[in-house]
């Protein structure tokens, strides 16, 4: 005897044994059918397995089915649900489409309606799969592009001062690492490090001259550099999935005592994952030249940030962050010669 693969598992759920049998009759040969007589048996069977199609009662016993379709919804929104009815009036379609139902069918049922019925439901699954499916890679080559852009220019700016070639990189490299010593979790640390990536990306709009200049900047040209944290927050502002992200691009130049840029923020009211950063931010630059001065040793660099916790730096943070620094020093031989 040859036996038949059944291609998808179905869920009848109806207080009505009639109705359960006879579905379960119809469909048996060629989907596997589970039944359930109420919502709470219902609610277990999802638990224990996701039928790719629902048959549903619009009213089991004093329950109303209506309310449970939302609710697998609300959990499980592709799968399709087919009520059941006994009663057909125009307001029930137009309240069972509303909450989602994909059809409906009246008691008592034909096997070829409900062969049907199953197939084009079953075939609406595999529709709406793929949609989602499309809808995951165009988001995917968004993100993509999008990456590939903004790195492009960040090259940019490394090309307008090329001293602080690979900032971004280094920086957003290492503050992941210490965000995870922390104890962040790690689809936090990737949204939180888009910032530590494009922190500067607002350097684009500062002159040239200004950029690479070896002398000390004039009032006037420290005040337009001032603006690149305020340029980048605003180019990047429009995107939603950086959302998290922009406090460190806004902020990463403000101090604890509140004589940073471009707000003036103090304290806490500097966000953690910006006070965090910004002991990062220093560091690379402290360790790598400048037009403007030679870099210093990491001992250096560690004497001149932590001479700036409680001025510049957030207390207690910032020496966490610079022991997990010091470790990676050791560990991977970074920056200046010690
Ligand atoms: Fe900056």
Not at 203 to 229: A, N, S, W, Y
């Amino acid at each position: 005897m040859v036996q038949r693969i059944k291609s998808a598992s179905i869920l009848v759920v109806d207080d009505d044994l009639g109705v359960r049998e006879s579905l379960k009759m119809i469909l048996m040969d060629k989907y596997y059918v589970s039944t359930a007589s109420n919502i709470d048996e219902a609610i277990d069977s999802l638990k224990i397995i996701e039928p790719e199609l629902i048959f549903l009662d619009i009213k089991i016993s004093k329950e109303n089915g209506l309310d449970f379709l939302k609710q697998i919804h609300s959990d499980k929104s592709n799968i399709p649900v087919v009520m059941i009815t006994a009663f057909p009036s125009s307001q029930t379609a137009i309240t069972a489409f509303r909450s989602g139902a994909f059809d409906y069918i009246i008691k008592p049922f034909e096997p070829s309606e409900i062969y049907t019925t199953v197939e084009r439901a079953l075939q609406h699954r595999i529709e709406s799969y793929e949609k989602d499916k499309l809808v995951y890679n165009l988001r995917s080559a968004v993100h993509k592009n999008f990456f590939s852009t903004t790195e492009s220019l960040l090259l940019a700016i490394d090309a307008k001062d090329s001293y602080t070639a690979g900032h971004s990189k280094r920086v957003s490299l290492l503050f992941g690492l210490i965000m995870k010593e922390l104890g962040m979790n790690e689809a936090q640390i990737a949204k939180l490090r888009y910032g530590a990536f494009l922190h500067d990306i607002g350097k684009i709009g500062v002159r040239d001259d200004i950029l690479t200049k070896t002398d000390d900047l004039t009032e006037e040209e420290f005040f337009l550099m001032k603006q690149h944290p305020e340029i980048g927050y605003n180019i990047l502002e429009p995107i939603n999935f950086l959302k998290e992200a922009l406090p460190i691009v806004r902020y990463h130049h403000e101090w604890y005592n509140g004589k940073g840029y471009p707000h003036g923020l103090v304290g806490e009211a500097i966000p953690q994952e910006v006070a965090i950063f910004s002991v990062i931010d220093a560091y690379d630059a402290l360790t790598t030249d400048r037009y403007y001065r030679k870099k210093y040793s990491n001992q250096e660099a560690f004497k001149i940030i932590t001479e700036g916790i409680g001025t510049q730096f957030m207390p207690i943070l910032a020496e966490k962050v610079l022991s997990i620094i010091k470790k990676c020093c050791e560990i991977w031989h970074l920056g200046g010669s010690n």
